[in-house]
């Protein structure tokens, strides 16, 4: 212990005097200890050479960065300047990168630590001195109607931003897209901000719109050469108006983890688009990659799922709506030019149990097991052959599956793409006849609930899918009119004892009073 | 001035509940259910009350306002405006009571069972009781190949758990947010840390699937690791998590 700390000492007194001696060495000696540093944390993703080909690199979506070529895509130094900002590389590392798998360090390293660190990774690609140019800020607009408005029209004019990112922002794709290393890349869907890599701040959003996102094809329309460029005022328009659509975005709340279905009186909407889905609430769920059966899937394209649900006297419909880049229709040309390798059918499944547990056991989330099967209600988005269809499994496993006819147990399901996004409506008589098969719905009874996901344009097909664990489907039932009766019964209950206890100890008081007694 | 006894008694109770919310919703974060608060606050109030009319003469002092203002004729104002509202807030209150309840309901379920003595992992019949990491000895014995090991632990954590337990052990990794239960935190002093290295292999091996049933294993998204991975990079994982975190695994020895 002692003689540990007597070379920290002696190292401290060294690393002194080195810094004493000339500012070069300093910067050499803080790169050594960022080195150890890097060792611990960093290695294992982005590898010993600084390569980003550590043991993980293949299963990571998107990949570790690659240091040694010493470009950075989330900076703030002008387009035209080679070296990102000590900043920049701070923030990534101390805040991390949402939706990647790279987290935030702040909380376990040192700031000295982490400059120790940046000192080091920069040495992978020999990186001096600070870049040329910034980022031009100007006057900053501060978001209005009139700004988000006129972002709109720039965002759309000539296709400027919707050719990758979508009419709709969606990152719906029109074409493939590929980084500086060959590696596909996907425009951001501008709709989910907690995939935004550096923050949904319109200063951030303004930072990438000015200075590109290097390695990637995002350009930087700062950038005069630049057919689309933007002056300083038009590019803080668009950073409003993709600010504003970040917020429109359907966010995950961790407490909801209960679908409530409203009872409704006559013909439950049997379109996707229906109007009427607009007034149920939607649920929405994380998707993550089904990385716990064999085989495991790392690489999924869908990332969340907002559910709805109604029901009638004899139906309940379930509304599905998730945002995919790719209307994967196989036989399809234009869907054909989009998509990795084989194009399979998009689909989605809704998991039930096969009846309502009476206790807290359901059946293994995973596509439940032999002894507590589960119901998967399948629907697909077809071909260019055959129609969109829909099946009922029966399945024990992830790798036991059985399909069966769902026009039998009443299921129909009926699907939409538009501008980026899926929505599909399944609707299935509350009971059915196959009773020991099928799960029959009871009105306030809590339903154990889950969905996968398959991207056909992604390569995902069976076991290759895109997940979430158990949550609840409520049919709420209508409450009626018993608790307004029974609190105007207790209401005049309270209300009568109290009168007679009033009453009575007025009398006595009176009585007393008359009696000549002293209280 | 002497505060009355009657406000004396309500002001311990809301300093108890208040207390008991300061506690463990604010500092601790723990989500407490409403009826085990009710259940409570009922025990506290039935004390306060006993120790409040410990004799007769206390007894009178504390209901002497609610005498005077049922029995004062001065206070007539007073005691129609709380004969109105009382039964009024009783009345509102069965309403809301008797509101259907869209909350999840609750599981319960034990993160860390007893283990049980033998297990069926790898296709042989495990005593879990005398299973030791067969690479633990050589922390003392050979140094250096104990760190070589815990370096191809660490490559075995990455490519397999870190995309839910984290790249920090703080059971933060990219999917966490999608699973239910989340994942558990190494770093926390009160996982691996109170465990011994048999338990986490058994645990490790066989998965979600492989928990008693107080531990609710349909919900668990633990993969069952015996089916991905070989017997010894599941003991040099452990040794990873040991070794990254600064925890100690647990031992029937006394050190």
């Known amino acids: 212990m002692e003689s540990g700390m007597m070379k920290t000492i002696v190292m401290a007194a060294a690393t002194a005097g080195l810094l004493a001696l000339s500012p070069a ?29 550590g043991p993980a690199a293949d299963y990571l979506n998107p990949p570790p960065r690659d240091f040694t070529l010493g470009l950075y895509k989330f900076i703030s130094s002008a387009f035209d300047a080679d070296l990102p900002n000590d900043a920049d ?9 949402p939706g990647t798998a790279m987290p935030g360090w702040s909380d376990i390293l040192s700031e000295t630590e982490i400059q120790d660190v940046i000192a080091y990774i920069k040495t992978f690609a020999e990186l001096e001195g600070a870049p040329e140019g910034q980022v031009d800020f100007g006057t900053q607009v501060q978001s209005s109607p009139e700004s988000i408005a006129a972002g709109d029209k720039l965002f759309h004019d000539g296709e400027r931003c919707s050719e990758c990112h979508g009419v709709a922002g969606k990152g719906d794709a029109v074409k493939k897209l590929k980084n500086d290393n060959g590696e596909r890349t996907w425009p951001r869907n501008l709709t989910k901000p907690w995939t935004y890599r550096a923050s949904a701040d319109p200063k951030d959003i303004y930072t990438r719109i000015s200075a590109g996102i290097p390695t990637t094809q995002m350009p930087s329309f700062a950038d005069p050469k630049s057919k689309k460029k933007l002056s300083v005022e038009e590019r803080w328009h668009v950073a409003n108006y993709v600010a504003a659509l970040a917020k429109t975005g359907k966010v995950v709340r961790p407490e909801n983890t209960v679908i409530q279905a409203s009872r409704v009186e006559g013909e439950l909407p049997g379109s996707p688009d229906d109007a009427a889905w607009d007034l149920a609430p939607p649920s929405t769920f994380f998707m993550v990659p089904q990385i716990v059966g064999k085989e495991r899937f790392f690489k999924t394209a ?28 196989p036989g399809d040309d234009k869907a054909k030019s989009i998509a990795d390798e084989d194009l399979g059918e998009d689909a989605i499944a809704v998991q039930l149990p096969t009846t309502i547990p009476a206790g807290m056991e359901k059946p293994y989330f995973l596509m439940g097991n032999s002894v507590k099967p589960v119901n998967l209600w399948r629907w697909s988005s077809g071909t260019t052959e ?5 099946a009922i499994l029966d399945a024990m496993g992830i790798n036991e599956q059985e399909a069966r006819d769902a026009t039998a147990a009443g299921l129909t399901a009926k699907g939409s793409y538009k501008d980026g996004t899926w929505r599909v409506v399944m609707t299935r008589p509350l009971t059915t006849e196959a009773v020991d098969k099928d799960l029959q719905f009871e009105e306030g009874r809590f339903v154990p609930i889950a969905f996968f996901a ?27 009119a018993k608790p307004m009766i029974a609190g105007i019964i207790v209401a005049i209950l309270i209300g009568g004892l109290l009168f007679w206890w009033g009453r009575s100890a007025a009398a006595r008081v009176a009585s007393e009073g008359t009696s000549g007694g002293d209280a | 001035m002497r505060i009355p006894r009657l406000l004396q008694a309500v002001l311990v109770l809301l300093f108890v509940y208040f207390g008991f919310i300061l506690v463990f919703d604010v500092i601790l974060e723990a989500v407490i259910p409403a009826s085990l608060i009710i259940m409570y606050m009922f025990f506290v109030t039935a004390g306060v009350f006993m120790v409040f009319t410990y004799d007769e003469e206390q007894t009178a002092e504390l209901v002497a306002p609610i005498k005077a203002m049922v029995e004062d004729p001065s206070k007539r104002l007073i005691r129609n405006i709380v004969f109105v509202i009382v039964p009024l807030a009783v009345g509102g209150g069965t309403y809301w009571q008797m509101q259907p309840s869209f909350e999840a309901p609750l599981e319960l379920r034990t993160i860390h069972p007893a283990p049980p003595t033998t297990a069926k992992i790898y296709g042989k019949r495990v005593n879990l009781l005398k299973l030791e990491n067969p690479y633990r000895k050589l922390e003392k014995e050979d140094p250096e190949q104990f760190r070589e090991l815990i370096d191809e632990g660490a490559a075995v954590y ?55 049933q107080e531990a609710a294993p349909w919900i668990s998204s633990m993969p069952v690791w015996q089916d991905f991975l070989k017997e010894d990079e599941v003991w040099k994982v452990i040794m990873f998590l040991y070794d990254y975190t600064g925890h100690r695994p647990r031992s029937w020895e006394h050190e």
């Open chain 1, 386 to 390: 055959a129609p969109e269809s829909v």
């Open chain 1, 89 to 97: 590389l701070l923030r990534m590392i101390n805040d991390g990168m």
């Open chain 1, 302 to 329: 869908n990332d969340t799922v907002s559910v709805r649900a109604l029901y009638n006297d004899a139906k309940v419909a379930l509304h599905l709506e998730w945002d995919d880049r790719t209307k994967s229709i």
């Open chain 2, 158 to 212: 990455i490519k397999n758990c870190q995309y839910c337990h984290g790249d920090k052990l703080d059971g933060k990794g990219p999917y966490a947010e999608g699973l239910n239960p989340t994942p558990l935190n190494f770093q926390d002093v009160g996982t691996i840390a109170q465990l011994q290295e048999s338990y986490l292999f058994w645990r490790i091996t066989t998965g979600g699937p492989g928990l008693p």
């Open chain 1, 454 to 480: 398959w991207d056909g344009s992604n390569s995902e097909v069976g076991t290759a899918s895109a997940m979430t664990t158990w949550y609840w489907l409520l049919l709420k039932p209508s409450t009626g």
């Open chain 1, 25 to 53: 060495l300093a910067q050499a000696a803080d790169a050594e200890k960022g080195e150890a540093v890097y060792q611990k944390r960093c290695l294992q993703c982005h590898g010993d050479e600084g390569d980003g080909l």
